[in-house]
Nanobody, 124 residues
Framework: QVRLVESGGGLVQAGDSLTLSCVVP????????VAWFRQAPGKERTFVGA????????LYADSVKGRFTISRDNAKNTLYLQMNNLKVEDTAVYYC?????????????????WGQGTQVTVSS
């Protein structure tokens, strides 16, 4: 059982920045895809962005493109989600997920392992 662990959530104001972390066992040697999703209250879990670990290729949702950046630290087996210029509508529980495949997909049902989530709240 793969265990992904997110951290870094919190309460910030609109316009602030925040960085989330996800520890991914074996990240440094993985060929798979790790993604970030988010789920706002009463809404479905939606795709935020993903990185294919083999070549660090990235894909972002239109709603976060230009504001959010995914990066990695192989030495720490950690994937990051740098979030800039946060908006109230970015408020959600953020999850990282791993897909045991090399193709990046936005469909949450195609991801095999999930973290427990970390809350991000953006106030106006």
């Amino acid at each position: 059982q793969v265990r992904l662990v997110e951290s870094g959530g919190g309460l910030v104001q609109a316009g602030d920045s925040l960085t989330l972390s996800c520890v991914v066992p074996g990240l440094a040697f993985s060929n798979y895809v790790v993604a970030w999703f988010r789920q706002a209250p009463g809404k479905e879990r939606t795709f935020v962005g993903a990185m294919r670990l083999r070549d660090s290729a990235r894909l972002y949702a239109d709603s976060v493109k230009g504001r959010f950046t995914i990066s990695r630290d192989n030495a720490k087996n950690t994937l990051y989600l740098q979030m800039n210029n946060l908006k109230v509508e970015d408020t959600a529980v953020y999850y990282c997920a791993e897909r045991r495949d090399t193709v990046i997909r936005m469909d949450r049902s195609t991801y095999d392992y999930w973290g427990q989530g970390t809350q991000v709240t953006v106030s106006s």
